[in-house]
């Protein structure tokens, strides 16, 4: 017997139940993501006499489980194979730790992946959900990042030099979702293309004066930093130190044999579960509200905003609380970004092309799937990983590997090691870019979206529509 | 919270005299004459912009790679051309030879463009349309930014060699302006306002006197209509997606010349963004639009320029964040732009 | 031969099933009246002829030439013109750039649209004026006059009464009486006793399917059978 997920009549919770008549519900497509191996567990446990809340929970969150699951065992996984001594085989050395290294991305790609991931789904709230593209949303970004960094600096009247980052990270957050009600009142008297350039012009507008704003910091171009008297950033319980762990690429808490288990957790790795917490939390939330009754709301308006509005729906103020609520997650995941780094500049905050990586990795994800941003996010930094040109990269380890043979090796006067030179190293972006476009020609839906409509039989539907399209 | 803005805030003497400087026919002549210049260039930047919109509604975000790529190939073929004992005239023929070139290059680079990537997904939502484009200008800029170091040159900042191939009376200041007005002005301005000219016109022939012109004038409005009439739209869209790449690639060879601007792959999103700024003022697909708000946004810039450099207002971004604020005062005022059709967007 | 002959037409928008095989046929120099209630398919009927919304299943033969699937513009190239619902006048060009677009480069556009003048001499008058500035009647003839040029055998008149005052629609009735002398006509109309008056045969839509067809010899509004399809 099995039993498709789509006819699962419990997976949602009560207070969800409109979500499951709505064709694009996320957790169920998160759950389809999590192929075969969920559905048999869910079907052996069904049969069984358990029907306790708790069980019925867990199995609703499976996919969610194993997910989190995976990042949360990942740091050790990679050590572990990235670990694996070099092997004399006789005829050449093999190395699979190295291999390994190469491949699997190293945490700073990690701690990367999970602010960029959260910024992203912040980014699809918006512009997946609504239909409406934030193509400014960056400035929500910089603001989460810039408030945190000046707060700790204690350049923000009335916020003493020593409040928690957490709490700091959610004064900020609350004030991109007021700027956020700002500017949507009066951009969302416009629709489409109009819409994307007016929050654009905003975010250029903040962009250019943060640039030139000697307050921020001493020089404005290069942006304020966790330096000399600012507290390190921690994450955990406001005012309790046991409760809390100091973040950051330099000055982040690293502990040695934790709990006694014999486990070392290095600063990076403890800023990668701190902030992956912060970031699942945000997932969760933002998933509640696109389950709620005023995520449907949401869809409905990106499905026919006038039908919304015909039924009864005041969609401006429902667009206006979206807008604000993911400006929200895109400043706390500025602010994590900014805390990780121990510095903001309006380059890496408020810069059009920060918004446009939002955008390439919603798309390869999944636009309009709450998770699948944060998969493309994965995606984009393991190419970044792949692709730098840092110990751990292609590059590095190809050049170390091959032999000198091979790499001197000459077609045309190029040899194979100009090749890995220009093609290779450092050149995530260009691959990138070929991958996003194709993407956009070939698999429109992005990873989830795509997965979703495999598993959900909708392909059958649109088979017909999409031939047609290729016959004229 | 006065402190945090101190240094934007204007001191009440220093505003008299600026005044006081504003009305010298001098300053008037520069910031209008000035403003001109940077008007024709932010024509040149944006008129293949609207076209292809206008037309097509397709908001093209690889404009400004196509502007990119122009500058590099202008300064490629400028800098191959010419030695360092090329005459004023020599470079101003050759400027041209070059501008012709890269127009039909870059016109049929744009055809082939449309067909291949373009013209699968017309019938998507335009954010499609949107991605695509921006795809290919990532992709475009990592490929100049990959060829121009292996070549020995820094994409960034600007590629020096071949903006010093402007022969020395464009880049020093005019000596016409100079005794009429007495002010100061490049002569790559009075260079730049003829040029823009003479393109308007040309474009404006373009739309108004011949057949195809009538079809994209006629297609901007109703494109299913004109098909219906028996003209091939596809063929017009291809054809209006090429010559907006090809006016952007001819954008690009000026600003190749351009002291504020030069070849660096930063023209991809500068480019860009002004174009849009230009477009969006004017109302998207006007060409009369554009062509105003050039002017608009051009006097700004020079204006706002002035102030900053006479030490009247302590900001350097001035310019740019006014040039942005017109964008959005813009929309919010007039969101069809100048000349937009009311319904426009609705495509 | 007919000039134009749908077989068992099915037409989709989207995933509406708009047309359910329709057949019909129009001989040459007739008028022929589409109607039925508003929703039937009558315009996506025309549409499915210009295949503008190519049909799915079904033909659609002009002068005995399958043209199913071709594009628009070649069908028209054929000589089929359109005088669509709500008139899409191109409303920033002139009435004579109007009629450009529709004249091919290959034609004598002078004495084509001279032709024109002389059958609508209001459009004369205004011919330097902008489309979107006439009234919704000389609209209407614009429109009708942009079907008709290009060497065009064959209208298809989508609504023309629609929206205008009874004296301009009896001045419309005039054109296209005058039109209909000169080119073979298909004519959806709401406005019942007028598409009796107009056209010689007539088909009678329902629910994406012809109920019923004939000559309007005779036809009136009082029909069990017109009644039965036509009021509310």
Known sequence: ?472 | MMGLLSHAVVDAPLFADAVGRFFQPDTLARILIEGLGKAAIYFIIAIGLTLVFGLMGILNFAHGAFAMVGAYLGGILMVVALSSTSGAFTRIVFFIVVVAVIFALMTAVGSALEIGLVRPIYDRTPMYQILLTFGVGLILEELARIIASSQGIQPEPTWTAARDTIPGFLSAPSEIIQGLFGTNIRGFYMFAIAAGILLAGAVWLFLNRTLYGLYIRAGSEDPEMVEALGVDVRKAFTVVFGLGTGLAAVGGVFLMWDPNWGPSVMLNLDVLLYAFVVVVIGGLGSFKGTLIAAVIVGIADSFTTWLFNTGIVAFSGLPEVTIFLLLVIALIVRPQGLYGVEEVGGH | MSLLELEDVHTYYGESHILQGVDMTVEEGSVVALIGRNGVGKTTTLRTVLQLTPPREGTVTYRGEDVTGEPTHEVADRGIGWVPEDRRMFGYLTVEENLRVSVGPDQDFEAVRDDMFDLFPDLERFREKEARNLSGGQQQMLAIARGMVGDNDLLLVDEPSEGLAPLIVEQVVEALREASAETTMVLVEQNFPLAMDLADQFYLLDHGTVVESGSTEGVTAEDEMIRRYLSA
């Open chain 1, 1 to 472: 017997m099995a039993i498709s997920p789509v006819d699962d009549p419990v997976s949602d919770g009560g207070a969800d139940a409109s979500a499951e008549t709505e064709p694009v519900t996320d957790k169920r497509e998160t759950r389809k993501g999590v192929s075969a191996d969920g559905d048999e567990q869910q079907d052996r446990t069904r049969d069984g006499a358990d029907r306790h809340w708790v069980g019925q929970y867990l199995r609703d969150h499976l996919s969610h489980i194993a997910v989190v699951a995976f990042f949360v065992l990942y740091p050790g996984l990679s050590a572990a194979l990235a670990g694996i001594p070099a092997l004399d085989i006789g005829i050449a050395t093999v190395d699979p730790g190295a291999f390994f290294d190469a491949f699997l991305p190293s945490m700073p790609f990690m701690i990367a992946m999970l602010f960029l991931g959260l910024f992203a789904m912040s980014f699809d709230f918006i512009s997946g959900y609504t239909g409406y593209l934030s193509f400014g949303h960056a400035a929500f970004y910089g603001i989460g990042a810039y408030f945190v960094v000046m707060a700790a600096n204690g350049l923000i009247p009335g916020i003493p030099q020593g409040t928690p980052f957490v709490l700091t990270m959610v004064i900020g957050a609350t004030i991109a979702f007021l700027v956020a009600l700002a500017i949507g009142a009066v951009s969302f008297r416009l629709t489409g293309v109009y819409f994307a350039m007016i929050t654009l012009g905003f975010a250029q507008v903040m962009y250019e004066l943060i640039r030139s704003w000697g307050y921020a910091a001493t020089n404005p171009t290069e942006g304020p930093s966790f330096a000399g008297e600012a507290p390190t950033p921690e994450i955990g319980v406001p005012f309790v130190d046991s409760l809390s762990v100091a973040i950051g690429r330099l000055g982040g808490d690293s502990f040695d044999n934790l709990l006694g288990l014999g486990i070392d957790l290095s600063s990076t790795v403890t800023s990668y579960y701190a902030i992956g917490l912060v970031v699942l939390l945000s997932y969760f939330a933002m998933q509640r509200v696109i389950h709620s009754p005023f995520g449907q709301v949401m869809i409905a308006i990106r499905e026919n905003e006038e039908r919304a509005e015909a039924i009864g729906y005041n969609v401006f103020w429902y667009k206006m609380g979206a807008f604000g609520i993911s400006a929200f997650f895109a400043a706390i995941a500025g602010a994590l970004f900014a805390a990780f780094r121990g510095s903001a500049s309006p380059d890496d905050t408020f810069y059009f092309l920060v918004t446009a990586d939002a955008l390439i990795v919603t798309i390869i994800g999944g636009i309009g799937t709450l998770a699948g941003p944060f998969f493309g996010s994965f995606f984009f930094e393991s190419l970044e990983d792949i692709l730098s040109s840092q110990q751990g990269g292609l590059a590095p380890y190809l050049r170390e590997t091959l032999p000198d043979g091979l790499l001197g090796a000459d077609v045309a006067g190029i040899t194979f090691l100009d090749v890995i030179n220009t093609a290779v190293d450092g050149r995530a972006p260009l691959y990138l870019g070929v991958i996003f476009v194709l993407f956009v020609l070939f698999v429109p839906n992005g990873i989830l979206g795509t997965v979703r409509d495999r598993l959900g039989g909708t392909v059958a539907n649109r088979l017909p529509a999409h031939l047609e399209r290729y016959r004229r």
